[in-house]
C-alpha cells in the first residue's frame, strides 16, 4: 500500500529556448550565478515539501555540469542547511558517488550529518555515470567493470565502517589502516569518529542495468531499491520488480512485489490530458535532449543520440515523443484523476510498495515545480493513506 510521496530534484536551473528546437545542450554555457541558482531552488522546493506533507526529498551528486543541468556538488552540506529551514521532512541521497570520493570521507561527512540533523538524511550510492565527473576525479568510468570493481570494495568499506568500532580493510583498491607506527604501537584497525547517530544505516540505490551481480550485491548489503528514479530508464517496468523480489529469494528471503523498493513516476497535472501533454513536451523534449545521448533513453539510435546535440526537423520526426510515453504509462500527464488511476494500479499489482518518488524534469521552470507539488499534494495525495512524516527522534 503506497503510503509515502518523495521528490527527486536533480538541481537543474531555469533555462530559455528548450525543447528539441531549442539550444543545443553543448551550447549551455550558465554564469556563475545562473548555476548557483539552483540553490535557491533546492530550498524553495525543500520549505514546500515540508510544508505539503511529503515524506522526503531527494537530491543528485553531479560535478561540473556548466550546462545547468544537475548543479548540486555536496549532497550532506546541503541536507544539514535545509535541515535548519524545515521541521519534518526527510532528505535523500539520490545518490552519493563512491568512485567520487574516498570512502572513509563520505563514511565520515555521512555519519556528522546524521547526527547534525538528528537522523533525517537517507543515505545512497550509485556508481556515476557521467565520464566528465568520475574521471576527472581519477577514478574509472569508460571502464565498465573497473568502476564495478572500484564501486563495491567502496561499499563494502562503508559499511566496515558504519557497523564497527574499528575495523580494517586490505583490497584491490585501498589498504585500510596502512600497516604504519603510531604513538608507540602498530596500527592494525581504524575507527570512523563518529559513527552514525542512526544504525543500522538505511540505504538505497538505483537499479539501472538489473545485472544479477549488481541486484544480489545489493541484497547481501541490505541496499534498498529506487526503479525508475534519476537516471533508470522507463517506469514501474515489471521485470525489473520480478528481478528484485527474486534476487531477495535467493537470498532466502521472502518478500511482496515492491517491498524495498521505490518506484519514480514522471508527471505533470493540467486540466486536461490534452494540456497536460502540451504544456509538458518543452520539458520532455530537454530532458531527452539531456539524458539521451548518456544511453539513459530507451531504443534510440546512434545516429540519433549524436543528433539529440543539434537536431533537424527530419530528425525531430524520429525522436521520441511526449505522446510515445504516456500511451506507455512512462509519464503521467492529466487531471489529478488521471494520475490517481495509474498510482492506484500501481499499488494493487506491488502489494509491497510503499513509496512513489515524483520527479520533475530537466528544464521545468521553479514556478512550475512548485505549482505543480501544490497541486499534486493537495488533489492527488488524499486518495492514498499517506503517512505522517516526523524526524527520526
Sequence with gaps: MIERFSILYAGHVDMDNIGYDGTPVNERFLSDEHLASALATTEDIAKAADRLGYNTLWLAEHHFQREGYECLPNLLMQFVHLSHLTKNIKFGCAFNVPP?????????????????????IIF??????????????????????????????????????FNNR?????????????????????????????????????????IVSSSVRGIDFMVKHGIKAISGGGAAPGGAARAVVEAWRDAHARAGRETQLGEDLIIGEKFHIADSREKAIKEARPYFEENTKM??????????TEEQKEGLENPTPELWETLPTIEDDVRVGQFLCGTPEQIIEPLMLLQDLYPGLREINIQPLMGTPRNVILEQLEWFAKEVMPAFKVAETRPAS
Design 166 to 206: 574499528s575495523f580494517s580493510h586490505h583490497g584491490k583498491y585501498f589498504d585500510i589502516p596502512p600497516k604504519v607506527p603510531y604513538r608507540g604501537y602498530q596500527l592494525e584497525e581504524i575507527t570512523l569518529v563518529p559513527r552514525p547517530k542512526y544504525l543500522p544505516v538505511e540505504c538505497w540505490q538505483p
Design 124 to 161: 545512497g550510492l550509485g556508481r556515476g555515470y557521467h565520464t566528465r565527473e568520475v574521471e576527472s576525479f581519477g577514478s574509472p568510468m569508460l571502464d565498465k567493470e573497473a568502476n564495478r570493481d572500484l564501486f563495491e570494495e567502496q561499499v563494502e568499506i562503508l559499511f566496515k565502517a
Design 100 to 120: 567520487m570520493w574516498h570512502p572513509l570521507r563520505l563514511a565520515e561527512d555521512y555519519a556528522l550529518a546524521d547526527h547534525l540533523t538528528d537522523g533525517r
Design 291 to 300: 539524458f539521451g545521448p548518456l544511453g539513459f533513453v530507451g531504443g534510440l
